[in-house]
């Protein structure tokens, strides 16, 4: 299958700073990817659509100044979380769409733990 | 909108099968996915099946689809301790608009495999 990868995998920070994390693509191009945020023992919410040339989509409830969402190639998508805080730790896993002929399929990255101090 | 139901838990012995449902609400055409979790990991496609086909076989994957009763299961045959894993169906909607690709999860069946 295609293969989504996420950089890092595992992030601490300090409270008030920003964090980037990164989803790629890595054989295939993707005009549409998400992330997602898990929280433990948990399914995974949405967060946002991350679409290449335009703006992200958020869903209700999340803040889009707070966490900056740019789509900026076929294969790159990255989340910033701004300011960060304990509460904004989690697993944040971004996901991308590949389709062919006959096939619909969404692949998911491995991931990323922030924990913010 | 779109719900997706699971239950939450399943303990199995090592060889024998394991069988995973999972209910859904949207009638629309969709995609109806399975995904596998391991502990600190990201999600595994596992298959997916077209709301317009009745079972799809892969391996020790057999996923079954009552349209009708808005049912999907997953049976794993033959399972194994390294089966061991968080278990989510998840529904798109096929289409254009602002769903496009939007999945909705269930919460996630446990699944343990004992020897």
């Known amino acids: 299958g295609a293969v989504v990868s996420q950089h890092p995998s595992r992030v601490i920070c300090k409270s008030g700073t920003s964090v980037k994390i990164e989803c790629r693509s890595l054989?295939?191009?993707?005009?549409?990817m998400f992330w997602y945020r898990q929280f433990p023992k948990k399914s995974l919410m949405l967060m946002a659509t991350?679409?290449?040339?335009?703006?992200?989509?958020?869903e209700q409830g999340v803040e889009k100044d707070k966490f900056l969402i740019n789509h900026a190639s076929l294969t790159l998508s990255t989340l910033t979380v701004t300011s960060a805080h304990p509460e904004d730790s989690s697993f944040y896993i971004c996901?991308?769409?590949?389709?062919?002929?006959?096939?619909?399929?969404?692949?998911f990255g491995p991931g990323t733990r922030l924990t913010v101090t | 909108g779109e719900d997706v139901e699971q239950s939450l838990f399943l303990s199995v012995r090592e060889g024998d099968s394991s069988v995973i449902n999972c209910t859904y609400t949207?009638?629309?055409?969709?995609?109806l996915y399975w995904y596998k979790q391991e502990p600190g990991a990201g999600l595994q496609l596992l298959t997916y099946?077209?709301?317009?086909?009745d079972m799809k076989q892969d391996q020790r994957l057999t996923v079954l689809l009552n349209k009708k009763d808005k049912h999907l299961s997953l049976r794993i045959a033959d399972t194994q301790t390294g089966d061991s894993a968080i278990y989510f169906c998840a529904e798109s909607i096929v289409g254009g608009g602002t769903s496009y690709g939007k999945l909705t999860f269930g919460q996630g069946t446990i699944l343990t495999v004992h020897p």
């Open positions: 991350s679409n290449e040339g335009s703006k992200a989509t958020y």
């Open positions: 949207d009638s629309s055409s969709t995609y």
């Open positions: 054989d295939f191009q993707a005009t549409t």
């Open positions: 099946i077209f709301s317009n086909m």
């Open positions: 996901s991308a769409i590949y389709t062919a002929e006959y096939s619909y399929e969404q692949y």
